[in-house]
């Protein structure tokens, strides 16, 4: 894909941040480490997309929440959700109630990765424009 985009990354782990920023280099990546580090970026710009983690290990909710949140205020961005978590409920929690437009394990190949965002991304902006 030619066109650069604005990711918001959020993660509570510096290294999984990292590997996200690596694997999505070229795009405008922004990093936050906690749902309300994401939710005060998102206000203060827009972003294309929001990859987040599910699990913060805290009492700040989890990702699931932070991307419903998002839907709900953001609506036009895409949402990916990225866990360690196999757990077929959570998944099927987050598609059907529309929270998250990926969902996405851990590990991840960094090339699969980066090629479901952009395609996902990219009929986003034709959804978007055909209006």
């Given at each position: ?24 280099r070229g795009h405008h990546v922004t990093e936050a480490s906690s ?52 757990d077929v409920s959570v998944a099927i929690r987050a598609v059907n ?11 991840w190949n960094s090339d699969t990765l980066r090629a479901s965002i ?14």
């Amino acid at each position: 894909m030619d066109a650069l985009h604005a990711i918001l990354i959020c993660d509570d782990d510096d290294d999984t941040r990292a590997a996200l920023r690596r694997a999505l280099r070229g795009h405008h990546v922004t990093e936050a480490s906690s749902p309300q580090e994401a939710l005060a970026a998102l206000r203060a710009a827009r972003f294309d997309a929001v990859l987040s983690d599910f699990d913060y290990g805290s009492n700040e909710g989890d990702g699931l929440e932070l991307l419903q949140n998002i839907r709900l205020q953001w609506p036009d961005t895409l949402r990916v959700l990225i866990t360690g978590n196999a757990d077929v409920s959570v998944a099927i929690r987050a598609v059907n109630g529309g929270a998250v437009d990926r969902y996405i394990l851990k590990p991840w190949n960094s090339d699969t990765l980066r090629a479901s965002i952009e395609i996902a991304l990219h009929g986003r902006s034709q959804r978007l424009a055909a209006g």
